[in-house]
């Protein structure tokens, strides 16, 4: 009997055994199992974003508590692919969603050629070879004006006024008494030597006289006139010396004038000249005897013009050189001051082209932001060329088939901007060597945190960084002089020691060497 009650008991205990080892195993099916621990991806500083490090800690610039990020919250961004150090200081992420608000929209970098126009706006002038000044060349008074005037077209020899001088009395008297001894002396071929001296003598002296009352301003058919009719003439004519427009008048009548008083000014406006403002980079593409297409607005005049030979001069009013054209004026369509089209035909080599829209201009800098993938853009100095038809040529920072924003680049330039104004970065950043972050380099050079070191100038976020850099430089550049762990393990005979400040691997002898050992 008792041993029926103890093998029941048994019986019992075990039956107890197996539902319960049932029912746990119904449990477990039913429960979900428990999630996967979140994968970190780095540790990084709330206030700070770009700093990041491998382990927890604290942030050498803010002293905050570093606080993980997690694979499953970086947005798709593959690490492995765009680790955050190929990433520089502005850099920034924006999502699809949040690129269509905004219209941004990304094309690749292209390789183009092609002719195009440069258009630049002239300046007719009257050409300076073919202006001539009339100067009172003794002293007198107008007697009388001609109805010619300021604008007034005149031909050459033309009479424009007549003007009284007493100096002229003894020049005329002196030509007509050279003129009365040679018709005295009549040549016949029969003369002595001696007649012939001195007929040879009348005749100079006869040149000479004409001479004087031409230096002082008598005209030649005036002076022609007196020797035919052999009469002194009291006024004494002004004419004009080419064909051409009065462009300045200064005589009426009556009019008391000194010697050297400019009287008339007449341009030959028949080749003018064309005074053309350029920019520096464009004074390649005006070389000396290329032909212009001048237009005038409006008016559908049009004429060639010619480059000229003649350096371009700087004005530095507008900052720009002032090249040269000259042009024939048939029917004067083209006055003087009158502003002009001018177009030149440039064909241009091949070269890598960007939208216009694309670069962001500072004033100092030029920027294009790249297009790392997965909504990444990076921002990048670039070095521009020539500009036409909404593209721009650049020379330095980019490469065929990089993607790049060509619509809503300022929003993203703000973007940028924002977040490194958040982050501390203003101006041209570099590394911390230390803490690996983004230091503002005017910002430390100005605080003094700085260090040269081998020949390169290194800076740092803070005091802190730049104390322990400098008593250890070989320490924080890797792939110099710095130890690892791993190359410990890989030669046996190399010793590292481990910094207690920042977790590093250092070599004992060189900071031994450097001061740095304690």
Partial sequence: MKSAKIAALAIALIAAFLAGAWYNQRNAKDTPSAPDERKILHY?????????????????????????????????FDAAEHPSSDLPAGSLHVDLEKQQVIGVQVAPVERASGARNLRTVGRVAADETRIYI??????????????????????KDETLASFYSPEFLSAGQALLFALSSIDRVQ??????????????????????????????????LQIDEMIRTRKYMENV????????????????????????????????????????????????????????????????????????NVLPQFDPDSRTLKVRLEADNPGFRLRPDMFVDVTLPVTEPSAIVVPSEAVIDTGIKKRVFVDRGNGYFEPRDVETGWRFGGRVEILKGLMEGERIVVSGTFLVDSESRMKAAASGIYGESAKDPVCGMDVDVGKAEAAGRKFDYMGKT?????????MKFRANPAAYLKGKSGMTQSMAQSNPKISVARDPVCGMDVDPAEAKAAGAAT
């Fill in 44 to 76: 990084s500083c709330p206030m700070h974003p770009q700093y990041t490090s491998d382990r927890i800690g604290d942030c050498p610039s803010c002293g905050m508590r570093l606080v993980p990020v997690y694979a499953d919250d970086a947005d798709g």
């Fill in 237 to 308: 004519d002004i004419t004009s010396p080419a064909d051409g427009f009065i462009i300045a008048r200064k005589v009426s009548n009556g009019l008391r004038f000194a010697k050297g008083d400019e009287m008339y000014r007449i341009a030959d406006l028949s080749h003018v000249w064309i005074l053309v403002d350029v920019f520096e980079q464009e004074e390649k593409y005006l070389r000396s005897g290329d032909r212009v297409r001048v237009t005038v607005p409006n008016q559908g005049t049009e004429v060639t013009a010619r480059v000229t």
């Fill in 187 to 220: 040549p016949t071929g029969k003369e002595n030597p001696a007649q012939k001296d001195q007929i040879a003598q009348f005749n100079i002296n006869l040149q000479q006289y004409k001479d004087s009352l031409r230096n002082l301003g008598m005209g030649q």
């Fill in 458 to 466: 290194y800076y740092f976020c803070c005091d802190d960084c730049k």
């Fill in 134 to 155: 009339i100067n009172a060349t003794v002293d007198g008074w107008i007697t009388s004006t001609r109805s010619s005037a300021t604008g007034s077209y005149v031909k």
